[in-house]
């Protein structure tokens, strides 16, 4: 018998006074899963160097546990380290003698009470490895997970068994099973080496902590790591596994260390331990981290094949399918670098729009990115900040899906990436691509949804609350109208859960609630002055006129986006507002595929909740008025009730059918998870072929480019700098509008030193300040317009000339300025007979000088 393992053996024995303890060479199958009875409980201890401790910790454990219902077993795991053979040999001839009296050390123990066990591992192990092969030999029903100087009091398990049968009885279907409750101290020592960056790892995580047992069993066997970051590793196996995992309050034994902590250790200098802990701690959070940073990079590559053909030329290309959406959010990119720079209010500018000017707040500006990335837009450009953002955020996009679908539906990593791969590059978001970054940038969706999950499982609702508020107010910077939409889905999927688990869904609403307030708390102090300008402030409007035809098509349902790798860019800019807009075209297979998906696990809670909402968010998408294909007739849909509401009224209904890209997103995984677990070959292939036909119709292809329209020299020299005064503005002929808006992009050039009449922005319009896209027109930007898409000028009459003075008088006009294009040559004799002069040809473009600069 092996020295080491007699000295363990030896102090067993002591402690249940009968014969020694022995350990067997290997860890045996569970009476429980070998045909046995079964166990109630099961305590696993690792022992480490601690042969005095452990003879009174087992018979206090077995004191305790003395008649316990259902039975109960004490599995000690001996790591074989080296500090303990110093023990092992003090104590070879008491082994030795205990042998004689009683026969193998071994054979005694389990005659003497089988219910105590010895694992023994080869040599020094980590604390992984023994809490493994602990929890692998265990057969009970339950999993407690002690010290062997029981730092926590063995009486404190009634608390940690009480959380687990609450757990069993209160929120279990969608929030997940109860599977463990873990032991928080209110100790400040702790481990003398912490895991940075492990979410919810803290000291002594394990170091008394009750598991069911298949779960522990499972959790255990699939972990890799060793050292203080199995905890964490376990801990996220379990919830991706679908289950709960409870915090439960208890209280140390007078004197003892945190579980885990160096004291319960054999003393070393604490530097060196430190150093090397940390050392070793980092090595095995990057070994923990590993997947999913490796799914970061495949998003990134992803993310950077949709866009490489900007990327190719950042100063010559534009994204072909933006219309002029790349103009202005690069604009918006500018102006909030130049009101920050210049100590300007970032919520307001007068650079178009002259001179009632913009309010940047009531626009998509995005001033959660475009105020951090300051220093990339002053030292690079807008334009790659433009592209940094589209590409940065779609690859974040997919990432926080892909952590959330783990963290909550399934177990497989790369079935979770496919998941969080299709919710962030589905076709409506890909479409969105072209010039949406508001509509692209979503990482935040997927954390806010996370923590309205964690307030419905009631643990820690006010910090909960408090991040909840403080992810929202992020949001509002990056975009109302994505948050508007996802919070009506989350709302959706609340009453889903109403209606498949009631009990359930019910429990969850106190704690739902009190968080939520605790978020408005949070957040709406924080936002408060900012709305206010939004809604209040210059410039503030009351909705946005979008058309009748907002809504999807049924057909847009069904066929596939221009972008998508089957799609028809004539069938989908038939079925869409424009290149931007094509919100739904998911594709029939890839539909049917979710519907199969639905009907195989339509058990599950959390199944049938995402099929409601999935159906509800496709059925609102329809608009407020559906027009049956090939009919003729049009049928009320089921927006015309939210369209009147405060908010929803500037929302493209169309747009919330991309509520279906998540809800399809967490639907594949959960069925990849099971497939890739499917036993029998041919199912397995089956199903995986039934996946790739549902979602190769729809990968997405790299975005259109094409050569941007050069910037007049005219601009680019400074030249303007002759014809503008200070407070004036320069008038592009045509001025610039949702139509055409490269002025934009001139002003961006010439680092905002001048103002623009027009533009392209969301503004007010009439006395009932009704949302327009682009300035308020005027009769002279509206001729001008005219004009310049074909129609053929008016007689120029003495009003039409006072006309012209008014309205350049009212946008400030120190210029007009008319650059090469088609029917130059009738724009210029039209400008000439309205101001009454001849323009100057100044390089590359005429200009009129109308201001009061001699």
């Not at 209110?186 to 047992?213: C, N, Q, Y």
């Not at 709960?244 to 007078?254: L, S």
């Not at 534009?318 to 202005?328: S, V």
């Not at 948050?483 to 009631?502: H, K, P, T, W």
């Amino acid at each position: 018998m092996d020295r080491h393992a007699a000295a363990i053996a030896t102090a067993a024995w002591a402690a249940t006074a009968s014969a020694p303890q022995a350990s067997a060479p290997s860890v045996s199958v569970p009476a429980s899963r070998a045909g046995g009875t079964g166990i109630g409980l099961s305590v696993v201890i690792p022992v480490r160097g601690e042969r005095d401790r452990i003879r009174a910790t087992v018979a206090a454990v077995r004191e305790h546990l003395e008649g316990r219902p259902g039975g109960w077993e004490l599995v000690l795991v001996d790591d074989g380290s080296a500090e303990c053979a110093a023990d092992a040999d003090a104590d070879a001839d008491a082994d030795a003698d205990a042998g004689a009296e009683s026969g193998d050390g071994a054979e005694a123990a389990t005659a003497a009470d089988p219910r105590i066990r010895t694992v023994r591992l080869d040599g020094p192990a980590g604390e992984g490895t023994a809490l493994r092969a602990g929890v692998r030999a265990s057969a009970g029903r339950r999993v407690l997970l002690t010290d062997a100087g029981l730092g926590t009091p063995l009486d404190e398990l009634a608390r940690l068994e009480q959380a687990l049968d609450q757990e069993e009885h209160g929120t279990q279907g969608i929030a997940g099973r109860p599977v463990a409750a873990l032991g928080r101290s209110r100790s400040r020592l702790g481990r003398a080496v912490g895991i940075p960056g492990i979410p919810g790892l803290r000291a002594g995580t394990f170091g008394f902590a009750l598991f069911d047992g298949d779960a522990a069993r499972a959790a255990f066997a699939a972990s890799a790591l060793d050292g203080p970051a199995v905890d964490a590793e376990v801990t996220r196996l379990l919830r991706r596994g679908g289950g709960t995992v409870a915090e439960v309050p208890v209280r140390r034994a007078a004197g003892r260390p945190a579980p885990g902590a160096a004291a319960a250790r054999p003393a070393r200098p604490a530097r060196p331990a430190a150093t090397g802990g940390r050392r070793r701690a980092l090595v095995e959070l990057l070994r923990l981290n590993a997947g999913g940073l490796a799914v970061a990079a495949v998003f990134l590559a992803l993310s950077f094949y949709v866009f490489h053909g900007l990327w190719a030329d950042l100063d010559g290309r534009y994204l072909n399918d933006a219309l002029q959406d790349q103009n202005q959010w690069e604009w918006f990119v500018g102006v909030a670098t130049d009101n920050i720079t210049h100590l300007r209010n970032p919520l307001f500018t007068t650079a178009q729009g002259m001179p009632d000017g913009v309010n940047l707040m009531a626009n998509a500006t995005m001033l959660g990115l475009t105020v951090p990335l300051i220093p990339v837009t002053l030292a690079f450009g807008e334009t790659v900040t433009f592209a940094l953002v589209l590409t940065l955020g779609m690859a974040a996009s997919a990432w926080t899906w892909y952590w959330m679908i783990r963290r909550r539906f399934v177990e497989s990593r790369w079935a979770a990436a496919a998941g969080g791969a299709l919710a962030a590059f589905a076709p409506p978001m890909v479409s969105h691509a072209n010039g949406h970054p508001n509509f692209v940038v979503l990482f935040m969706i997927p954390l806010i949804v996370d923590r309205a999950l964690r307030l419905c499982e009631g643990r820690s609702v006010v910090r909960d609350g408090v991040l909840l508020g403080l992810f929202a107010t992020y949001q509002i910077f990056l975009g109302e109208e994505p948050l508007l939409i996802a919070a009506l889905g989350m709302l959706v999927f609340s009453l889903a859960c109403l209606l498949v688990d009631r009990r359930r869904a019910l429990a969850a609403v106190r704690p739902l609630g009190l968080g939520l307030a605790v978020a408005a708390a949070v957040c709406l102090p924080l936002v408060a002055v900012p709305l206010y300008w939004q809604f209040f402030g210059p410039q503030s409007y009351h909705s946005v006129l979008h058309g009748d035809n907002a809504g999807n098509s049924p057909r847009a349902l069904v066929e596939y986006a221009a972008r998508s790798l089957f799609g028809d860019p004539e069938t989908a800019g038939r079925l869409a507002l424009n290149t931007t807009e094509q919100n739904a075209f998911y594709g029939w297979p890839l539909l049917a595929f979710g519907a199969a998906v639905c009907v195989w696990l339509w058990r599950r809670p959390a199944v049938r909740a995402l099929a409601l909402t999935g159906a509800a968010a496709l059925l609102l998408s329809l608009g407020a008025r559906v027009p049956v294909p090939h009919t003729g007739v049009v049928l009320p849909g089921p927006w015309w009730v939210l369209g009147k509401l405060p908010l929803f009224e500037s929302v493209i209904e169309g747009r919330v059918a991309m509520v279906c890209a998540p809800v399809l997103g967490v639907l594949l995984a959960l069925a990849l998870d099971r497939i890739v677990r499917v036993r029998a070959r041919e199912l397995r292939t089956l199903g995986l072929l039934a996946a790739a036909a549902a979602l190769v119709p729809v990968l997405p292809l790299p975005l259109n480019v094409r050569e941007r329209a050069p910037v007049p020299a005219f601009v680019a020299s400074g030249a303007w700098k002759g014809y503008v005064n200070e407070g004036e503005a320069l008038v592009p002929v045509p001025l610039p509008d949702p139509g055409q808006a490269d002025a934009l992009h001139w002003q961006v050039e010439a680092d905002f030193g001048f103002r623009l009449a027009g533009g392209y922005f969301n503004g007010p319009w009439g006395p009932e300040r009704i949302g327009i896209y682009g300035a308020a027109p005027r009769h002279l930007s509206n001729l001008l317009r005219d004009v310049r898409y074909g129609q053929e000028p008016p007689e120029i009459t003495p009003q039409w000339r006072e006309q012209a003075r008014r309205d350049l008088e009212y946008w400030k006009a120190g210029a007009l300025v008319l650059p090469d294009q088609d029917r130059a040559d009738v724009l210029r004799q039209l400008v000439s007979e309205l101001v009454g002069r001849q323009p100057e040809r100044v390089q590359d473009v005429w200009v009129w000088k109308v201001g009061t600069r001699p």
